[in-house]
């Protein structure tokens, strides 16, 4: 059986690959995921991107309050900053 210390001590076997180089479980074609399917045009994008924003401000309880701790700063900055557009022209 494999342990976190396997690993930790870096043990040879504990990343050793079985021989036949089979998965354990393979993949069925149902299973992988669809190709996402890219917007037509910038503005469908730019709706895209706001009924995202409006869904998540819609989670109940301290969903977004979590979802928006837990983002990188940057990224938690550019959606800020999105917002603020959004509001100064509407």
Do not use: H, N
Request: charged share 25%; aromatic share 4%; glycine share 6%.
């Amino acid at each position: 059986m494999l342990t976190v210390g396997d690993l930790r001590t870096g043990d040879t076997t504990a990343c050793t690959l079985l021989p036949g180089g089979k998965a354990p479980a393979p993949i069925s074609q149902a299973q992988t995921p669809a190709p996402a399917a890219s917007a037509e045009r910038p503005e469908e994008a730019g709706e895209l991107l706001d009924d995202l924003l409006l869904a998540l401000f819609d989670l109940p309880g301290d969903a977004w309050p979590d979802l928006a701790a837990a983002l990188p700063d940057e990224l938690y900055d550019r959606i800020d900053q999105y917002i603020e557009r959004c509001l100064q022209e509407s």
